[in-house]
């Protein structure tokens, strides 16, 4: 019930900047979190960062000080800046919506989106 489109990704070389947009549609008032997640080839995917319904943040240790992630509750639009980027940061990114409902209990659903591709060069 919850659709992400990301846009964004591209080349930049390194020392360069990038911003990604996250944009959510569908049961978009039960989103509790969103977040955008990384996987380089050959890895697991991981956390790059997450914001909260409330405005709590949360980083991986990679990124912190470089990246930012922000929202946008009008236009129910999650954004990650990315400054100084690495050429370690190349993988594709995908976005996250964590979903929280009330089924005989709360419990917690993810939707992912497509993925969109960040290639940095050194």
């Known amino acids: 019930q919850v659709q992400l489109v990301e846009s964004g990704g591209g080349l930049v070389q390194a020392g360069g900047s990038l911003r990604l947009s996250c944009a959510a549609s569908?049961?978009?008032?039960?989103?509790?979190?969103m977040g955008w997640y990384r996987q380089a080839p050959g890895k697991e995917r991981e956390l790059v960062a997450t914001?909260?319904?409330?405005?709590?943040?949360n980083y991986a240790d990679s990124v912190k000080g470089r990246f930012t992630i922000s929202r946008d509750n009008a236009k129910n639009t999650v954004y990650l800046q990315m400054n100084s980027l690495k050429a370690e940061d190349t993988a594709v990114y995908y976005c996250n919506a964590r979903v929280k409902i009330y089924t005989n209990r709360w419990q917690y659903f993810n939707y992912w989106g497509q993925g969109t591709q960040v290639t940095v060069s050194s």
């Open positions: 569908g049961s978009i008032f039960s989103i509790n979190a």
């Open positions: 914001i909260t319904s409330d405005g709590n943040t």
